[in-house]
Antibody
């Protein structure tokens, strides 16, 4: 099982960035997918989850309306489109596999495995 | 939102010693708790889920326990590779949240 993120970069406040995560080694269409971030030297923060079908999406309040999560099951890829970026969005963003479908308001479970992460820096 | 408080913030121990880490939830989460280990420059690795179930490939020296609001992670005898930061995570209610972490350092 492998998750490989890409797309992290240095971006100015107010800018946009698109993160991608390519999955391999498991049946992608059996699991929801999640993004978790970690600010430099800080703890972990769940950011967003997308269900197996893509019909259910979930966001932490601080990114709702600015970030958009999507998935392409044919390409085994999950994407996080980040707009109106702020300095406090600076973090390493990890892609992680959920443990079930997480459809229709389900909470979800633990995250396993995680990708290596991609660094997003928001600064002028 | 359910808050998770981990203690202590830092645990200074020697190899071979026993480590006991605590995670307290602001409201009951049954056994909906996971533990992760993170080493510098690496992503978190799942150790425990369901409060007490070891993930695949995790050594038996790692054990978890607890129910409701109080949880613990015990490392029976610290190996050199166990010195790292440990996080708990709850999935009893949305949004899923993490504790602030406990650093286990070499004394």
């Amino acid at each position: 099982v492998q998750l490989v993120e890409s797309g992290g970069d240095l971006v100015q406040p107010g800018g946009s960035l698109r993160l991608s995560c390519v999955a391999s080694g498991f049946t992608f269409t059996d699991y929801a997918m999640t993004w978790v971030r970690q600010a430099p030297g800080k703890g972990l923060e769940w950011v967003s989850t997308i269900s197996v079908s893509g019909a259910s999406t979930y966001y932490i309040d601080s990114v709702r309306g600015r970030f958009d999560i999507s998935r392409d099951n044919s390409k085994k890829t999950v994407v996080l489109q980040m707009n109106s970026l702020r300095a406090d969005d600076t973090a390493t963003y990890y892609c992680a596999k959920d443990q079930d479908w997480v459809e229709r308001g389900a909470v979800g479970q633990w995250f396993d495995p995680w990708g290596q992460g991609t660094l997003v820096t928001v600064s002028s | 939102e359910i808050g998770l408080t981990q203690s202590p913030g830092t645990l200074s121990l020697s190899p071979g010693e026993r480590a006991t880490l605590s995670c307290r939830a602001s409201q009951s989460i049954s056994t909906n708790l996971a533990w992760y280990q993170q080493k510098p420059g690496q992503p978190p690795r799942l150790l425990i889920y369901g409060a007490s179930r070891r993930a695949t490939g995790i050594p038996v020296r790692f054990s978890g326990g607890g129910f409701g609001t109080g949880f613990s992670l015990t490392i029976s005898r610290l190996e050199p590779e166990d010195f790292a930061v440990y996080f708990c995570q709850q999935y009893g209610a949305s949004p899923r949240t993490f504790g602030g972490g406990t650093k286990v350092e070499i004394k």
